[in-house]
Nanobody
Framework: QVQLVESGGGLVQAGGSLRLSCVAS????????LGWFRQAPGKEREFVAA????????KYADSVKGRFTISRDGAKNTVYLQMNSLKPEDTAVYSC???????????????????WGQGTQVTVSS
């Protein structure tokens, strides 16, 4: 069992930045591929970014490419999402997720993730 706890959300003006963090419990952090997803009110959950278990590969949604950066720190069992040049349309609840993985696989499909955090609200004002 893995527990994920996100933090770092908040209210920011358009053009601003936030860094989300997600801390994972357990001793097998390096065995997991990790991802960030978001869900805005009235919309379906959507993929944001993902990173392979050894951080060798990353993938981003087209809507955030060039603005968001996903990274992981094995010593801290933490995955980050650095969000720059935020737009009002980035407003959503952001959740991290993890799943056991082999090799350098990047997982972009939500149903393939086994563990989810509770989410953190990001609100971008215009």
């Amino acid at each position: 069992q893995v527990q994920l706890v996100e933090s770092g959300g908040g209210l920011v003006q358009a053009g601003g930045s936030l860094r989300l963090s997600c801390v994972a419990s357990g001793r097998t952090f390096s065995s997991y591929a990790l991802g960030w997803f978001r869900q805005a009110p009235g919309k379906e959950r959507e993929f944001v970014a993902a990173i392979s278990r050894r951080a060798g590969s990353t993938k981003y949604a087209d809507s955030v490419k060039g603005r968001f950066t996903i990274s992981r720190d094995g010593a801290k069992n933490t995955v980050y999402l650095q969000m720059n040049s935020l737009k009002p349309e980035d407003t959503a609840v952001y959740s991290c997720a993890c799943t056991r993985s082999t090799g350098n696989t990047v997982v972009v499909v939500a149903r393939l993730y086994n563990y989810w955090g509770q989410g953190t609200q990001v609100t971008v004002s215009s």
